[in-house]
């Protein structure tokens, strides 16, 4: 696709369930980015990955939170036991190394934790 | 002390009007900066990268002082199509790496 695309758009889950959020990011961006925006925030980093290792894991929260990029493109993050705090936008950018530094981001996956 | 620190506003103003914005950033190590533009329940986009020397596009004109670690927004002849929140970014590395973003200035531009 042309942008960075994420799966689910919006997804509901109960309190101590697991979850799995996807990014697409554009064909060929080697960098990419997970944040997670609350209301009234600015976005929040959790991790950025350059090609398929993690190059800075220091935003995600604790070691509920994990995420992986195995072939160095699609992005998986994946939260364990979910509590309510973790109810946010989870939004995914991805940037071109040799074209600058524009995060083009995906539309985000909104996480509700009931 | 937040990375990047903005007036979360809400700063309202009528069509046709100036506007400016201001953010500070806390760690002099931060070489590359920009402003994003993100609209009610939708993703951040980029509106325009701050060079030190100030850069203009169009109506819009971004400022950048190191000495005072500041950056700024100027927006002149407001349209409705301006409102939105607009954020501030910071970023250590010249080209990637983590990218730091001030929580948002909300911008509502009434007729």
Not at chain 1, 45 to 55: D, M, V
Not at chain 1, 69 to 88: M, Y
Request: net charge positive.
């Amino acid at each position: 696709g042309a942008g960075v695309s994420q799966t689910p758009s919006n997804k509901v889950t109960e309190k101590g369930k697991y979850v799995e959020l996807r990014c697409d990011p554009i064909s060929g961006h080697t960098a990419l980015y997970w944040y997670r925006q609350s209301l009234g925030q600015g976005p929040e980093f959790l991790i950025y990955f350059q090609g398929t290792g993690a190059a800075d894991d220091s935003g995600l929260p604790n070691d509920r939170f994990f995420a992986v990029r195995p072939e160095g493109s699609v992005s998986t993050l994946k939260i364990q036991r979910t509590e309510r705090g973790d109810s946010a936008v989870y939004l995914c950018a991805s940037i071109a190394r040799d074209r600058g530094t524009e995060a083009f981001f995906g539309q985000g996956t909104r996480l509700t934790v009931v | 002390r937040k990375e990047v620190e903005q007036d979360p506003g809400p700063f309202n103003v009528p069509e046709g009007a100036t506007v400016a914005f201001n953010c500070t950033y806390s760690n002099s190590a931060s070489q590359s900066f920009f402003w994003y533009r993100q609209d009610c329940r939708k993703e951040p986009k980029l509106l325009m990268s701050v060079y030190s020397s100030g850069n203009e596009d169009g109506r819009f004109t971004a400022q950048l002082n190191r000495a005072s670690q500041y950056i700024s927004l100027l927006i002149r002849d407001s349209k409705l199509s301006d409102s939105a929140t607009y954020l501030c970014v910071a970023n250590r590395g010249s080209t990637l790496g983590r990218l730091y973003f001030g929580r948002g200035t909300q911008l509502t531009v009434w007729p």
